[in-house]
């Protein structure tokens, strides 16, 4: 359990300063040598390799390597925790190491693709085409949530909004939703560029695609539903195709799954015909040939059918929320922090995006918060209890990094090592989870996954969400707390 450790050796290694080329050649001794890196790179946190075996890795023996949190193996790709920041120093040292060549993630996945299931390989497309785009997704929720602070009646002032108490703060309010609003105007045109840049199209081919989708010549999204019910006087407009078939002039602001598999389309398009067309007229035949022909697939067939896909799926979620609230809370916040573990999490933010699309906001990015705050507060939990002065150390940076969003330092590097902290991280996480479905609180936009969530949830909801940070947050450290001194000596703070 929380193990101790001789003084001596603590104070030595808490003064020990990291020596990278060092870690890097332990690192590389304990995967089995340079011969069974086929390659490598890294995310924020984790070092992720491609091996030839990975049978030759002595688990144990790299586990105890200085600043590794953690290591396991999934969806063909071997992945080491380190940490924010220290990871790129690692990587850079393992690279000038080994002479391996820089590699984005997205090589290292299609190296180790083969080895993962149907599944997996789907959730790596997700994680491929959403990781690049996060940040502006994150800074947009952020800037919204703030644009809803100013605008939410009552929240700092009785019956009024800030910006009815001091109307100078209109132009700021009115510059803030411009920049919060362009991610997700465009959103499309942003995952057009990180989808051809996954499916081996022309990224700006991509973007292109994306910015047709949300052509200001197309009826909006956000109008659709009116204009189908033929409410104030709208109706649906269509292109007369020749008079032989007609198709729906509708955007896609907003949304997912058009986009997607659109680029997807294109990409094998423009991939056919680059294999076909000389090369003396590549440049003149195969850019207008793709868009024409994806473009009309797109407005005509994948729009219209994806379209009422997302419809039902979110249609679907909600519906199993509204009817066992207790239920869908509990198994979301049970289940996320193991899915984080094999990498799977990465499908909710289209589950996300998609719900603000249709429903105006998102159940399910509140309830990731809990499960990250559950996740640090059992990692501070781990420290306040523990004097080994390593695991202190471990325990104190990991939770600070879980309560801002990034929870793996925590989980491997902490909570799973002693596995009680983790179980009772699940507890916690459940728990604000049911609190959150009871209350059907919800997120405007996707912002950072730790204390400061609040800022993205509708402002109506903040006062309720915030009960459920409280819960998710003592829920763990209190059980945590207790089971150590239980488990690893009866009657006694762990020495």
Same mark, same amino acid.
Not at 357 to 369: L, N, Y
Not at 450 to 468: A, C, N, Q, R, T
């Given at each position: 359990?929380?193990?101790?450790?001789?003084?001596?050796?603590?104070?030595?290694?808490?003064?020990?300063?990291?020596?990278?080329?060092?870690?890097?050649?332990?690192?590389?001794?304990?995967?089995?040598?340079?011969?069974?890196?086929?390659?490598?790179?890294?995310?924020?946190?984790?070092?992720?390799?491609?091996?030839?075996?990975?049978?030759?890795?002595?688990?144990?023996?790299?586990?105890?390597?200085?600043?590794?949190?953690?290591?396991?193996?999934?969806?063909?790709? &071997?992945?080491?925790?380190?940490?924010?920041?220290?990871?790129?120093?690692?990587?850079?040292?393992?690279?000038?190491?080994?002479?391996?060549?820089?590699?984005?993630?997205?090589?290292?996945?299609?190296?180790?693709?083969?080895?993962?299931?149907?599944?997996?390989?789907?959730?790596?497309?997700?994680?491929?085409?959403?990781?690049?785009?996060?940040?502006?997704?994150?800074?947009?929720?952020?800037?919204?949530?703030?644009?809803?602070?100013?605008?939410?009646?009552?929240?700092?002032?009785?019956?009024?909004?800030?910006?009815?108490?001091?109307?100078?703060?209109?132009?700021?309010?009115?510059?803030?939703?411009?920049?919060?609003?362009?991610?997700?105007? &465009?959103?499309?045109?942003?995952?057009?560029?990180?989808?051809?840049?996954?499916?081996?199209?022309?990224?700006?081919?991509?973007?292109?695609?994306?910015?047709?989708?949300?052509?200001?010549?197309?009826?909006?999204?956000?109008?659709?539903?009116?204009?189908?019910?033929?409410?104030?006087?709208?109706?649906?407009?269509?292109?007369?195709?020749?008079?032989?078939?007609?198709?729906?002039?509708?955007?896609?602001?907003? #949304?997912?799954?058009?986009?997607?598999?659109?680029? &997807?389309?294109?990409?094998?398009?423009?991939?056919?015909?680059?294999?076909?067309?000389?090369?003396?007229?590549?440049?003149?035949?195969?850019?207008?040939?793709?868009?024409?022909?994806?473009?009309?697939?797109?407005?005509?067939?994948?729009?219209?059918?994806?379209?009422?896909?997302?419809?039902?799926?979110?249609?679907?979620?909600?519906?199993?929320?509204?009817?066992?609230?207790?239920?869908?809370?509990?198994?979301?916040?049970?289940?996320?922090?193991?899915?984080?573990?094999?990498?799977?999490?990465?499908?909710?933010?289209?589950?996300?995006?998609?719900?603000?699309?249709?429903?105006?906001?998102?159940?399910?990015?509140?309830?990731?918060?809990?499960?990250?705050?559950? #996740?640090?507060?059992?990692?501070?939990?781990?420290?306040?209890?523990?004097?080994?002065?390593?695991?202190?150390?471990?325990?104190?940076?990991?939770?600070?990094?879980?309560?801002?969003?990034?929870?793996?330092?925590?989980?491997?590097?902490?909570?799973?090592?002693?596995?009680?902290?983790?179980?009772?991280?699940?507890?916690?996480?459940?728990?604000?989870?049911?609190?959150?479905?009871?209350?059907?609180?919800?997120?405007?936009?996707?912002?950072?996954?730790?204390?400061?969530?609040?800022?993205?949830?509708?402002?109506?909801?903040?006062?309720?969400?915030?009960?459920?940070?409280?819960?998710?947050?003592?829920?763990?450290?209190?059980?945590?707390?207790?089971?150590?001194?239980?488990?690893?000596?009866?009657?006694?703070?762990?020495?």
């Amino acid at each position: 359990m929380l193990s101790t450790l001789n003084n001596n050796n603590d104070a030595e290694e808490k003064s020990m300063s990291h020596d990278y080329p060092r870690i890097a050649s332990e690192l590389l001794q304990s995967l089995g040598g340079v011969g069974n890196i086929e390659q490598a790179a890294h995310c924020v946190t984790r070092l992720r390799l491609s091996l030839k075996d990975a049978s030759q890795v002595d688990s144990a023996t790299l586990n105890q390597v200085d600043l590794v949190k953690g290591s396991f193996f999934t969806g063909g790709l &071997f992945q080491v925790v380190i940490g924010p920041g220290e990871v790129e120093k690692v990587y850079a040292a393992l690279r000038e190491l080994t002479g391996l060549a820089a590699a984005t993630i997205a090589d290292v996945k299609r190296q180790g693709a083969q080895k993962g299931n149907g599944m997996q390989r789907l959730v790596r497309v997700l994680s491929d085409v959403f990781m690049p785009i996060l940040p502006a997704l994150v800074i947009a929720g952020l800037l919204m949530g703030v644009n809803n602070l100013l605008g939410a009646k009552g929240m700092f002032i009785a019956d009024q909004t800030l910006l009815d108490a001091y109307p100078n703060l209109d132009g700021v309010w009115s510059l803030i939703n411009l920049m919060a609003n362009t991610s997700f105007v &465009f959103l499309p045109a942003l995952v057009g560029w990180s989808a051809a840049k996954r499916f081996g199209g022309s990224e700006i081919l991509g973007i292109v695609l994306g910015l047709m989708l949300v052509h200001p010549d197309l009826l909006n999204a956000w109008n659709y539903g009116k204009a189908v019910a033929g409410l104030d006087g709208q109706s649906l407009p269509y292109f007369d195709i020749f008079g032989w078939f007609r198709i729906e002039k509708v955007g896609y602001q907003g #949304q997912i799954l058009p986009i997607l598999l659109a680029a &997807f389309v294109m990409s094998v398009i423009e991939r056919w015909l680059r294999a076909r067309v000389p090369n003396a007229i590549q440049l003149l035949v195969v850019p207008i040939t793709t868009i024409v022909v994806t473009g009309v697939l797109a407005l005509a067939i994948i729009g219209p059918v994806t379209r009422h896909l997302g419809i039902l799926i979110t249609e679907g979620m909600v519906a199993l929320f509204d009817l066992a609230p207790v239920i869908g809370g509990a198994i979301f916040g049970l289940l996320y922090a193991p899915l984080v573990v094999t990498g799977m999490h990465h499908m909710f933010l289209a589950v996300d995006l998609q719900l603000i699309s249709t429903q105006g906001g998102t159940f399910i990015w509140p309830m990731i918060v809990m499960s990250n705050l559950a #996740q640090g507060s059992a990692a501070l939990a781990v420290f306040y209890m523990t004097r080994n002065a390593r695991d202190k150390s471990m325990a104190s940076t990991s939770a600070i990094s879980a309560y801002f969003g990034i929870t793996e330092p925590a989980m491997f590097g902490v909570n799973l090592r002693y596995k009680f902290p983790f179980y009772c991280a699940l507890v916690g996480s459940a728990l604000g989870c049911i609190f959150l479905s009871l209350n059907k609180i919800k997120a405007s936009a996707i912002g950072v996954g730790g204390l400061p969530g609040f800022i993205s949830i509708v402002p109506d909801y903040i006062p309720m969400f915030v009960v459920g940070m409280v819960i998710a947050m003592t829920v763990p450290f209190a059980l945590t707390c207790g089971l150590s001194m239980k488990i690893v000596r009866p009657g006694y703070r762990v020495a």
